[in-house]
């Protein structure tokens, strides 16, 4: 395979996700990629009919998003007809599996300008609103493999780890503060798109709407956890709970302690990105200059009902790949879905806390499902140029016992 060029990345601010109270839930989120794409064009200044497929993941796709979105958006962007796109669905890492596809296509020569990322209006396609649970409503596979909500994952993880209450809510809080420094320096500024209504060009929002910079220790502290009366929730034939089964399956853990919150889980929010990739002949016959490139990317399958312990293996494999150490790696993104994540991650790789997250994640900043992954290998590319760093890895956890690593590297 020859190399995939990452050209630029961009995307919208992240909104927050309430119906009606976010600034972006009154946008369709067509209409955010169509805004993405046409910002993409006037930067990289391509013709448009250039670009061979737009990938995009998402991971509600009903309703508003529904019906091929990425195809839809091309034409809501009035982009030419001759450009295709395609939707696809890996749950929480379906932008970043449309890099990793659409960076394998421009590997392979089948392609040469693609535009992949993701999108995900929490507001107006609210998470759940496919209708198929984590399994599809499948009784049969149930009865082999029950998968239990993401925050009982979670709250599992942190228990079988002995993270403390304390530790859990201080990643939330450096989350924040990271996240507050970020943008009081306007570390985000060269990725960000400012959304403006679409039928009236008004700005809608221009910086991210969901960080809490005042948040405290004690503020956390106060907080109840989010899932313990999903735990306490009947689901068997015989009585059993989703902590039941979860135990059942983890009977080493004792009890589960419900440790995540409001304030130390991924936000509810409204968002998009987008990465421009290019393949060495588009690079060579355009002039074009990369400003990096894929050095590896993976997906690796976990245990489904601890759910959420894929960032290691996956990152391991990556670096595996790329003939690398973690010690290679300047900056780690290892999506917030839950603080629990980041703080086993951290400790299964052994790396160093203070490469990680530098910029804040998903519990201050929000993870709007699908767009995600796009965002992170923006916000690392944008960080390693402002460091003059060499190599990111992004790393999430990904639905169903899964997860996914990229190795980022500048040119
Ligand atoms: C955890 C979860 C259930 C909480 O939902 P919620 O209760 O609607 O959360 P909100 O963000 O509205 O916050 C509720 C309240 O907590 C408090 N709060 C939240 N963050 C806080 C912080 N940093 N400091 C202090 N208080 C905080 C506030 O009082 C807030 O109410 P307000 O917005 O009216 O001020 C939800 O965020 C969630 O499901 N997250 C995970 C998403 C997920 O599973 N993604 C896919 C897999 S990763």
Redesign the pocket.
Known sequence: MSTSYVIDAVRTPRGRG?AGKGALSGVHPQELVAQLLNRLQQRGGFEPKRVDDVILGIVSQVGEQGANLARNAVLAAGWPNEVPGVSLNR??ASGLQAVHFGAMGVASGAMDLVVAGGVESMSRVP?GADGGGTDGGNVRLRERVFQV???ISADLIATLEGFTREEIDGV?LRS?ANAARAIEEGRFAKSLVPVVDPNTGTLLLERDEFP?PD??AA??A??NP??VSFGEAVVGPNGETLDGIALAAYPQAGAIRHV????N????VDGAGAVLLASERYVREGGVKPRAKIRAMTTVGTEPLLM?TGPAPASEKALRIAGMTARDIDLWEI?E??AAVVLQTTRALGIDAERVNVNGG?IALG?P?GATGAMLLGTALDELERRDAQTALVTM?V?GGQGIATILERI
């Open positions: 309430k749950f929480c998470m909500p993401q925050g939330a924040q809490r948040t405290t503020g956390l106060a907080l989010s899932f995540h919150t409001a304030g889980s991924s936000g509810i959420l999506n879905a839950f998903a993870h499902l956890c639905g």
